[in-house]
């Protein structure tokens, strides 16, 4: 059967909208987008309502590209229907660090006799002159360039910035140096994350087998709403601990943090590994609580952030894809449902002890991420 998607907005998410397509410069699918969704919305919040028929004659759009923008929005919420999402394609690795190496240093030459300056399909055909290789497309030169951060069409900032790189390696390494330390009654070591989740619920009810009849499914889906999942987890002991709360604001994330502190009511000192978000901040607690209370949570713990894009140093972002492929991986409708099943996946999760084995390690970093680091001249 058709699968159909009802589009609800709140007042936040039509505030949101209005606002895209009255000012502002945004690409033209981001602002069509917006016009689809806020004239498919069937909240409480929609004076007149409008069918299919009329919305893809107005806009002169087809049928199709209407059901997939209600589809991305009833499943994967309305940032990813703005702004779309990253690529899970996987190619396979034309370039290895050799050629790599060939093709910084080319772009970092003075450009061949004619031409002002390096274009990505001049570095692709000199690359192959030279025999560097085969045959390669510009698209690939692009990727090597942008991994680097290099830019060899402008006059300058083509070298990779020393003070990004520097503060990026800075506080990697000292997430790394906590994943070293040695189990601890006193000393705990904790990681913590956080991730979205939309609800979504089936609005009709599958029609049961009978003698002779398979059952039938009429598809039919509306978004609920969005809520957010909060991540604490201890490596070394496999024991984790999640939260579902209607928001992540700073409040929340503060509420969060006591509730870790309880649970280790007896350490002297906990040092809680996070990503650098702008709630995640020791002002947070003050904000929620008073200024007693604030500064005593605050004393229990040693706050390490990861580096800006360098989420994949919290292993508590581990815990969160085992939670999403094992729990999570279905449509959800109701908040107090998700709750529960979240509850049974924790005690199910604890009772396993299962650790997480964590190998990288500051010298793998100064190989394997050596790009990342500033050039000392001696």
């Given at each position: 059967m058709q699968r159909k998607y009802i589009v609800t907005l709140t007042k936040e998410e039509r505030s949101e909208l209005e606002g895209i397509i009255s000012k502002g410069k945004h690409k033209s699918q981001k602002y069509q987008n917006a016009l689809v969704l806020l004239n498919c919305d069937e909240g409480p919040y929609q004076k007149e309502k409008h069918t299919n028929e009329v919305i893809s004659s107005v806009l002169n759009i087809s049928m199709r590209k209407i059901d997939r923008v209600k589809k991305r929005f009833v499943e994967e919420g309305i940032d990813v229907t703005l702004n779309g999402k990253e690529s899970e394609r996987v190619y396979e690795k034309k370039i290895d660090g050799d050629l790599e190496a060939h093709i910084i240093a080319l772009s970092c030459s003075d450009p061949p006799e004619g031409h002002s300056q390096w274009s990505l399909r001049l570095l692709a055909d000199k690359a192959v002159e030279l025999e560097y290789i085969d045959s390669i497309s510009y698209e690939s030169i692009r990727r090597v360039l942008k991994k680097n951060e290099l830019k060899p069409w402008k006059k300058i900032g083509w070298v990779i910035p020393p003070e990004q790189n520097s503060s990026f390696v800075a506080q990697m390494e000292m997430v790394l140096d906590v994943y070293k330390r040695s189990f601890s009654v006193l000393y705990p070591v904790v990681c913590m994350d956080e991730s979205p989740k939309q609800l979504i619920s089936e609005t009709r009810s599958k029609i049961p087998a009978s003698f002779g009849k398979p059952a039938k499914y009429d598809y039919e889906y509306r978004r609920e709403g969005v809520c957010n999942i909060f991540m604490a987890c201890e490596p070394l002991t496999g024991k984790r601990m999640v939260e579902v709360t209607e928001r992540?604001?700073?409040?929340?994330?503060?509420?969060?943090?006591?509730?870790?502190?309880?649970?280790?009511?007896?350490?002297?000192?906990?040092?809680?590994?996070?990503?650098?978000y702008n709630t995640h901040t020791p002002g947070s607690f003050y904000e929620a609580f008073h200024p007693e209370k604030a500064k005593r949570l605050l004393d229990r713990f040693e706050l390490i952030s990861t580096p800006k894009h360098g989420s994949w140093l919290n292993m508590a972002e581990i815990e969160l894809n085992v939670l999403n492929k094992q729990c999570l991986n279905r449509r959800i409708g109701d908040k107090q449902v998700l709750i529960n099943e979240i509850r049974a996946w924790e005690t199910y999760r604890n009772g396993l002890n299962t650790k997480i084995n964590w190998q990288f390690t500051t010298a793998d970093a100064r190989v394997k991420l050596k790009r990342l680091y500033p050039t000392i001249e001696v």
């Open positions: 992540k604001t700073k409040r929340d994330w503060a509420q969060f943090i006591e509730k870790i502190s309880k649970k280790y009511d007896s350490a002297k000192l906990i040092t809680l590994i996070m990503d650098n």
